[in-house]
T-cell receptor
Framework: DQQVKQNSPSLSVQEGRISILNCDYT??????FLWYKKYPAEGPTFLIS?????DKNEDGRFTVFLNKSAKHLSLHIVPSQPGDSAVYFC????????????FGQGTELSVKP | EAEVAQSPRYKITEKSQAVAFWCDPI?????LYWYRQILGQGPELLVQ????????DSQLPKDRFSAERLKGVDSTLKIQPAELGDSAMYLC??????????????FGQGTRLTVV
């Protein structure tokens, strides 16, 4: 049972444009959501997070939106840069999960010059 | 900048051999996680420690995997005997999290295990 889903395995965007990565979850008890970026052969790097009491959190070029009623979150990257090319994972925690992070399958973003 | 240290970075081992991975979390981080990531999938939790205690090892294959964090600081994950299906990236992460607070987890570089 996949509690966190990223339905797009890959996304390609042009440099300077907006990248939108999507994530859906099924467990309504999740109350904290995170996005990680991962380069090949390296560990995931924390990007940005959002608590369920908010619907938006912004950090520089990265903005995360949370729609609790739809159980959906998205990561917006504006403007996209070639160095953003990586695999992006969304993760969720809270409720009865005891602090562990439940990850989606990842979306591979390719930003073309 | 504080980092989670893992070693080795790469490990090739033969089927049925024993293998061990080491992790040193960020100083002061109470929670330590071991995750396994298979290519094309998201990381999956193997074991979670709060200080020196295991709080979740429900997905750890206990017939062959073991983990310890004896003094509540660094940790070792062991596989004995290794099987071909254990080939994956093994990731260690740590967080300040205590009890119900939500904080981000920081990951190490990982250990890429190949079982031949």
């Amino acid at each position: 049972d996949q509690q966190v889903k990223q339905n797009s395995p890959s996304l390609s965007v042009q440099e300077g444009r907006i990248s939108i990565l999507n994530c859906d979850y099924t467990n309504s008890m999740f109350d904290y959501f995170l996005w990680y970026k991962k380069y090949p052969a390296e560990g995931p790097t924390f990007l940005i997070s959002i608590s369920s009491i908010k619907d938006k959190n912004e950090d520089g070029r990265f903005t995360v939106f949370l729609n609790k009623s739809a159980k959906h979150l998205s990561l917006h990257i504006v403007p996209s840069q070639p160095g953003d090319s990586a695999v992006y994972f969304c993760a969720a925690s809270g409720g009865n999960q005891g602090g562990k992070l439940i990850f989606g399958q990842g979306t591979e973003l390719s930003v073309k010059p | 900048e504080a980092e989670v240290a893992q070693s080795p970075r790469y490990k090739i081992t033969e089927k049925s051999q024993a293998v061990a991975f080491w992790c040193d979390p960020i100083s002061g981080h109470a929670t330590l996680y071991w995750y396994r990531q298979i290519l094309g999938q998201g990381p999956e939790l193997l074991v979670q420690f709060q200080d020196e205690s295991v709080v979740d090892d429900s997905q750890l294959p206990k017939d062959r995997f073991s983990a310890e964090r004896l003094k509540g600081v660094d940790s070792t994950l062991k596989i004995q005997p290794a099987e071909l299906g254990d080939s994956a990236m093994y990731l260690c992460a740590s967080s300040l999290r205590r009890r119900s607070s939500n904080t981000e987890a920081f990951f190490g570089q990982g250990t890429r295990l190949t079982v031949v």
